[in-house]
T-cell receptor, first 113, second 112 residues
C-alpha cells in the first residue's frame, strides 16, 4: 500500500547529540514537509521541499537540517543546536497541483533526556 | 500572514450529542480551507475541505461551510460517537502557497 513511513516511532537521545528522523514515501509525490507538534501549539513548519535537491526553511528551521537527494526520502536531522527538541515530529507529502491536501506519516516522538 | 484561530479545548461530549468546533480565518482573498483530524498516536488525515466561499465540505457525518461574511469554517456533526474522539485542526494554505498553516487544534473527547 502507498503511504508515508516515518522511523523510528520513538527515539530518546541525550543532550548534545544529533539525531536523524527518517521519512520515506511511495506515493510519487513531489513535495514533502516536516512539521513539529507541541501540546497546545498546533503544528509548526520546519522545512519543506518542492523538488529533489531543493528545500526551503519554514517558520522554525533553526537547529534543524534536511536533505532531499531522492524523491522518496526527506530525512530530518535534529542538531544539538536545537534548544528544545523534545516534540512529536510529523512528515507529510503532497501531490503536484493538489493545493493544501497533505498526506501525513504517523509521526516520530523524540525525547531528549 | 494568513492564519486560523480555533476554539480551545478540550471539548467533552456525551455520545449522540451535537458538535461544533469554531474556526475563523484571517487571509487576503479567499483561500481553500481544511479540517484535519488526528486520532491518538497517529498523524493527521484530511477530514474535509472547501475551495471557495459558500462551499460546504462533508465527510463521515462532519460538515463545514465556508462563510466569507463571518470569515468562518466551523466544524459540525449532528451526533458524535466515541470513535470521534480525536484532535481536530483547521488549516489554510501558507502565504507561499506550498504549505499549510494549522490552528492549535481542538481536542474532543466523547464519552459513552
Amino acid at each position: 500500500d502507498g503511504g508515508i513511513t516515518q522511523s523510528p516511532k520513538y527515539l530518546f537521545r541525550k543532550e548534545g547529540q544529533n539525531v536523524t528522523l527518517s521519512c520515506e514515501q511511495n506515493l510519487n509525490h513531489d513535495a514533502m514537509y516536516w512539521y513539529r507538534q507541541d501540546p497546545g501549539q498546533g503544528l509548526r513548519l520546519i522545512y519543506y521541499s518542492q523538488i529533489v535537491n531543493d528545500f526551503q526553511k519554514g517558520d522554525i528551521a533553526e537547529g534543524y537540517s534536511v536533505s532531499r537527494e531522492k524523491k522518496e526520502s526527506f530525512p530530518l536531522t535534529v542538531t544539538s543546536a536545537q534548544k528544545n527538541p523534545t516534540a512529536f515530529y510529523l512528515c507529510a507529502s503532497r501531490p503536484q497541483g493538489a493545493t493544501g491536501e497533505l498526506f501525513f506519516g504517523e509521526g516520530s516522538r523524540l525525547t531528549v533526556l | 500572514g494568513d492564519s486560523v484561530t480555533q476554539m480551545e479545548g478540550p471539548v467533552t461530549l456525551s455520545e449522540e450529542a451535537f458538535l461544533t468546533i469554531n474556526c475563523t480565518y484571517t487571509a487576503t482573498g479567499y483561500p481553500s480551507l481544511f479540517w484535519y483530524v488526528q486520532y491518538p498516536g497517529e498523524g493527521l488525515q484530511l477530514l474535509l475541505k472547501a475551495t471557495k466561499a459558500d462551499d460546504k465540505g462533508s465527510n463521515k457525518g462532519f460538515e463545514a461551510t465556508y462563510r466569507k461574511e463571518t470569515t468562518s469554517f466551523h466544524l459540525e456533526k449532528g451526533s458524535v460517537q466515541v470513535s470521534d474522539s480525536a484532535v481536530y485542526f483547521c488549516a489554510l494554505p501558507s502565504n507561499s502557497g506550498y504549505a499549510l498553516n494549522f490552528g492549535k487544534g481542538t481536542s474532543l473527547l466523547v464519552t459513552p
